[in-house]
Nanobody, 123 residues
Framework: QVQLVESGGGLVQAGGSLRLSCAAS????????MGWFRQAPGKEREFVAA???????YYADSVKGRFTISRDNAKNTVYLQMNGLKPEDTAVYYC?????????????????WGQGTQVTVSS
């Protein structure tokens, strides 16, 4: 089993930056696809970014050019660097992991999920 713990969320002004971390335990992440999703109140969970075990990277159109996903297999950690934050980025951010993922943008493809970390962007 894999346990995922997100951290790094907080309150930031529009235009600011945050870096989210997702630390994994139980198994190494080298063979896992990793995704970041977010969910705002009253809205569906939406895809943000993903990195496959082959290091292919995918972003939602809404965050391209602003967010960067990366991972450090030695530290068993995946990161989401968020720059140029906007109020519409406000949400709980979740990291996820899976080994049998066909579509990295689909939440149901992932087996393991973190507890989420709140990101609030003020105008």
């Amino acid at each position: 089993q894999v346990q995922l713990v997100e951290s790094g969320g907080g309150l930031v002004q529009a235009g600011g930056s945050l870096r989210l971390s997702c630390a994994a335990s139980g198994r190494t992440l080298s063979s896992y696809a990793m995704g970041w999703f977010r969910q705002a109140p009253g809205k569906e969970r939406e895809f943000v970014a993903a990195i496959s075990w082959r290091d292919s990277i995918y972003y939602a159109d809404s965050v391209k050019g602003r967010f960067t996903i990366s991972r450090d297999n030695a530290k068993n950690t995946v990161y989401l660097q968020m720059n140029g934050l906007k109020p519409e980025d406000t949400a709980v951010y979740y990291c996820a992991a899976g080994t049998t993922i066909v579509r990295v943008t689909t939440a149901s493809q992932y087996r393991y999920w973190g507890q989420g970390t709140q990101v609030t962007v003020s105008s």
